[in-house]
């Protein structure tokens, strides 16, 4: 019978191993199509980067929020851009994007620094693009009741060239648009910085007729519901979906089925609202004194999204005057410094989970250290040690509980052999050896609890953090945030844990034995599809924990 229960516990194991292997090739096979798919799509753009059209399009008409106060009076259109393209390609050192000038929306937006594969620096990330595959724009306009944007148009704009580049030399790159109205001029002013993926948006509107100019800016991100697919390993499904901090929370996530369920509105002075991916992200930042109002929906009629804000006080310009309207609108890297001096809580779309107070210190430690050696698996490494460190008497604790345990353990297989058949005395003749021996089963429990939030939230950490993103280690290991493709390192980590396992008692339960037995096999096989920075961690924290208990239980073995 034994030997058919372990053949059968050997096949589940080898059948489980087996399904692993093969859901991670299939979402490799549909990462790599997904990602040929979207190339595909680029690369036809960029054979023909714009297919002007003759006249603007009018919006869907649900497509530009409602203005808070009246409707926006009919757009007219003053000077149409005399260009046949109506694109506006913009290049910096951190963005490269495309401005439709139908609206003014950014369209298409690449990272030059992130590349979308490892050493193809020819292939740059591309975050927001509009094509057969996807959509994911970021709009922005004026409502109210001078209004540009509403629901019988948007404008079009004009603009000295259809190429921008930040010179060498210049932090700060200029591109404006224009546009008349019928007793206004409208400048959309976009101003990028160097060494910085947050755009000013600027509408400056001089009132050129004899009545006040009044109106309301906007701006909203367009996306559907597609997954990026990065290939992040079994169980680790990042966040994908719409964020907004809240006069209540600081941080609220909401997927998009239930956005499909339910339209969100929130009132708020400030504020953002974001769309967040693994690793990079993009949002709407208004003016933080000013009171916005904030729509998340789904359209009603195709499979998009609209987060948007609108400001809820009107700008008055007076006749001969001058007046502005701005927003920030960033698109990139979640870098955790970055997003922190943007706004309050924008932060929180780094999402380490509920222990986001414990994983953000960690990080801050991480990148400490990452300064001083220049390595982020070095890195990884030298703070497990100093975790380690942290907790080394509690460890110390459990060690000796569990080194208390295998010594006291011939004694209990006696008991067993004895009372194996009388449960109730079996017990209670185990109460009175542990009382004799001083020896507390649970001593070795608790220790490890106090541990498990630390160790959760470095896990997150490690796995949200974009600087991992094709950060390299040495030898095989050129990209710590995907799996090692040689499984060395998840090989080394099941030998690990199969010596820890034999520094500790075994379990008096015959199943509960054979089970332990096989987990570092089955864990074996489980990080052989994690990041290689994740297993980089458990192999260090593994070999430094075997390192603790096998001093410890050396010294009360030789105690005897």
């Known amino acids: 019978m034994n030997l058919l229960r372990n053949a059968l516990i050997g096949g589940i194991v080898l059948v489980s191993f087996l399904l692993i292997i093969r859901w991670n090739e299939f979402q ?31 919006p869907n008409g649900e497509e530009v929020p409602d203005a808070p106060v009246s409707d926006t009076k009919d757009a007219v259109e003053f000077s149409a851009n005399t260009d046949s393209n109506r694109q506006i390609h913009v290049s910096t050192d951190t963005l490269d994007l495309v401005i439709d000038t139908n609206g003014g929306d950014i369209v298409r937006l690449s990272l030059p620094q992130y590349y979308a594969k490892l050493h193809e620096k ?50 700060t790159l200029v591109v404006d648009l224009k546009y008349q109205q019928e007793n206004a001029i409208i400048t959309k002013r976009f101003t990028f910085h160097r060494d910085s993926y947050l755009i000013d948006l600027e509408y400056l509107i001089e009132n050129t007729g004899d009545t006040n100019w009044v109106g309301n800016l906007y701006g909203q991100i367009k996306r559907d519901d597609h997954n990026p697919a990065q290939a992040v390993g079994v169980g680790m499904q990042p966040f994908l979906g719409a964020a907004i901090t809240t006069p209540e929370t600081n941080y609220k996530k909401l997927k998009f089925d239930e956005l499909a369920k339910e339209k969100v509105e929130v009132a ?35 499979n998009v999204y609209f987060l948007s804000f609108t400001t809820l006080t009107s700008t008055t310009v007076a006749p001969g005057t001058t007046g502005s309207i701005k927003a920030q609108y960033y698109a990139g890297p979640k870098h955790i410094r970055v997003l922190e001096k943007i706004a309050p809580h924008l932060d929180l779309t780094i999402d380490y989970s509920w222990l986001w107070f414990i994983a953000k210190p ?49 004694l209990m297989n006696e008991l067993k052999e004895r009372y194996g058949d009388d449960r109730q005395r079996m017990s209670a003749e185990l109460m009175k050896l542990y009382k004799k021996e ?58 690990t844990m199969w010596i820890q396992q034999k520094l500790n008692p075994t379990p008096a339960d015959p199943m509960q034995a054979k089970v332990m037995q096989l987990m570092p096999f089955f864990f074996t096989a489980l990080f052989m599809m994690f990041p290689a920075g994740l297993v980089l961690y458990w192999v260090v924290n593994n070999t430094l924990s075997i390192t603790q208990q096998y001093i410890i239980t050396r010294q009360i073995e030789k105690a005897d």
Not at 270 to 278: I, N, P, S
């Open 28 to 58: 490799e096979r549909k990462f790599e199509e997904t990602q040929l798919q979207q190339s595909s799509a680029n690369t036809s753009e960029q054979v023909a980067p714009s297919i002007p059209s003759e006249q603007p399009q009018a």
């Open 122 to 171: 020819d292939n740059p990330f591309v975050l927001l693009n509009n094509n057969d595959t996807s959509t994911y724009i970021a709009q922005s306009g004026l409502v109210g009741p001078n209004g540009t944007d509403g629901k019988n148009g948007r404008p079009r704009f004009s603009a000295a060239a259809s190429d921008y580049t930040l010179e060498q030399g210049k932090d």
């Open 268 to 302: 708020n002075t400030g504020g953002w609202v974001a769309m967040v991916q693994h690793y990079f992200m993009s949002a709407w930042v208004p003016d933080q004194d000013k009171d916005q109002k904030y729509v998340l929906r789904k359209s009603r009629n195709a």
């Open 362 to 410: 960690l990080f801050y430690a991480l990148d400490f250290i990452h300064g001083l050696v220049g390595n982020w698996g070095l890195a990884i490494i030298l703070l497990t040690c100093c975790i380690k460190l942290v907790f080394f008497y509690p460890s110390a604790m459990s060690y000796r509980s569990m080194a208390k345990m295998r010594k006291v353990q011939p």
């Open 438 to 495: 001083k020896v507390n089963p649970l001593g070795g429990c608790l220790p490890i609890l106090l541990q498990m939030p630390v160790f959760i939230a470095l896990y997150w950490m490690i796995m949200e953090s974009v600087e991992l993103r094709h950060a390299p280690f040495y030898l095989w290991i050129h990209d710590l945030s995907v799996r090692d493709p040689y499984f060395v390192l998840p090989l080394i980590m099941g030998v």
